[in-house]
C-alpha cells in the first residue's frame, strides 16, 4: 500500500489553511502534515517534515510567495501549488510562479470563500495528486528575452493552420515553442487550460517573448498569418471557414469533458475546416483533453505531434494521444519549432 502524498498547507489566513486542509482531508490518500502562515516558519516545517507537495499563497507578511518560490527551486525544489487571486496582478503573479517551477496554479475563488473552496475541491485534490508524481525540472535562471521580429520563414505556406493544445506545464512549453518561431508563421490557435481571468494577462506576456504576434481571441476574428490565438479561459473557442479564410468563433457553453475551452473541440473544429493543411500539435497535461480531436485531424490527413514524455511535466495528455494512434511523432519543445516550420513549408514536408 502506497503512503499518503504528504503536503504542507502555506498561506498567512487562518481561514484559508483550515479550509484547504477540509478539502484535502477528503482524499484518503492526501494527509495535510502540517500548515504555516508565512515562508519563514514554512522552512523550519520543510525540514521537520519532509512534504511531498506545498500549496503557497502568493500575497504573505515577511515574504511573498514568490520570492520564497524562487528561493527553494533553488535549494530545494519540489511539487508547489500555488494559490493565487483571480485578478490581474494575481494572474501576473501565478504566470510568474510558473516560470519559477510551480507545477499549477489554483485561483482562490471569490464570494463567499467557503463555498467556492469546496467547489474546487475536485482541482485541488486533482493537482496534489498529479504535482506529487511529477517530475520537477528546475527552470534557468534568466527569463527569456524577446526574440528579434524579422527572419521569416522560407516558402512557408500561408492557408494552413496550427492547431495547439496544453494543460499542466503548457506555459513553459508554450514559450519555448512561440519563442522560437519565424514571424511569418501560419496562423496558430491554442488552448491553454487556465483561468478565465489568466489567459489575456498569458496571451500579452507571450507577446513580448516572440515575434509572432500573440493575442487573446475573440468571436469573429479573422486568422492572419504570423498570428497566434489563445482562448479565452471559461469560453469555447473553435475555427470557422469565412470567405477566402477562416475566422474564430468563441462562445458561451457548458463545459465539454470538464473543460471549457476544450482542445478537443478546437481540434475536431480544424479538422473539419482546414482538414490535411493542418497541424495538429499536444503538449503536457493532465487527463486526455485533446487527444480524441488529435486522432480526427490525423483521420483527415492533418500532420500530427506529441510531446515526448521526457520533457513533459505530466505524461498525461499526450500519452493517450499516443495510445490511440493520434500522434506522428513525439518531440520535446525545444524541437517543436523547427518540426512546425517545415511542416508549414511548400511542399508540405511529412518526415517520421
Not at 482562448?231 to 470567405?243: I, L
Not at 490511440?324 to 524541437?335: I, K, S
Amino acid at each position: 500500500m502506497k503512503p499518503p502524498i504528504r503536503v504542507l498547507i502555506i498561506d498567512d489566513s487562518a481561514l484559508m489553511r483550515q479550509m484547504l486542509t477540509a478539502v484535502l482531508s477528503q482524499d484518503p490518500d492526501i494527509h495535510v502534515v502540517d500548515t504555516a502562515a508565512d515562508p519563514l516558519i514554512a522552512r523550519e516545517k520543510i525540514k521537520k517534515h519532509n512534504p511531498d507537495v506545498i500549496t503557497l499563497d502568493v500575497e504573505m507578511p515577511r515574504m511573498n510567495g514568490l520570492e520564497f518560490l524562487s528561493r527553494l527551486m533553488a535549494l530545494r525544489p519540489m511539487p508547489v501549488v500555488m494559490i493565487s487571486s483571480l485578478t490581474a496582478s494575481g494572474a501576473d503573479a501565478a504566470l510568474r510562479a510558473l516560470d519559477l517551477g510551480a507545477f499549477d496554479v489554483v485561483g482562490k475563488p471569490s464570494g463567499f470563500m467557503s463555498d467556492g473552496m469546496m467547489a474546487l475541491g475536485d482541482e485541488i485534490r486533482a493537482k496534489v495528486r498529479m504535482a506529487a508524481a511529477s517530475r520537477i525540472e528546475v527552470p534557468p535562471a534568466a527569463t527569456p528575452v524577446r526574440r528579434p521580429a524579422t527572419k521569416p520563414g522560407t516558402n512557408l505556406v500561408a492557408d494552413r493552420i496550427i492547431a495547439i493544445g496544453a494543460s499542466t506545464g503548457g506555459v513553459p512549453a508554450l514559450t519555448a515553442v512561440l519563442s522560437a518561431l519565424p514571424v511569418d508563421m501560419p496562423p496558430i490557435v491554442i488552448v491553454q487550460h487556465m483561468p478565465a481571468s489568466f489567459t489575456a494577462r498569458f496571451a500579452a506576456r507571450l507577446n513580448e517573448l516572440c515575434a509572432v504576434k500573440i493575442y487573446e481571441g475573440q468571436d469573429g476574428q479573422t486568422l492572419r498569418p504570423g498570428e497566434v490565438y489563445v482562448a479565452p479561459g471559461g469560453r469555447m473557442m473553435r475555427v470557422r471557414p469565412a470567405p477566402g479564410n477562416f475566422r474564430l468563433a468563441v462562445s458561451d457553453e457548458t463545459a465539454v469533458g470538464g473543460f471549457c475551452p476544450s482542445v478537443d473541440v478546437l481540434f475536431q473544429s480544424v479538422a473539419d475546416t482546414c482538414g490535411k493543411r493542418a497541424v495538429g500539435v499536444i503538449l503536457t497535461g493532465m487527463g486526455r483533453d485533446g487527444a480524441e480531436g488529435l486522432l480526427q485531424l490525423r483521420r483527415c490527413g492533418a500532420a500530427t505531434l506529441g510531446q515526448d514524455e521526457a520533457s513533459c511535466v505530466v505524461y498525461g495528455m499526450p500519452r493517450v494521444a499516443a495510445e490511440l494512434g493520434a500522434v506522428e511523432r513525439q518531440l520535446p519543445p525545444a524541437r517543436m519549432a523547427q518540426a512546425l516550420i517545415d511542416l508549414c513549408t511548400h511542399p508540405l514536408v511529412r518526415t517520421g
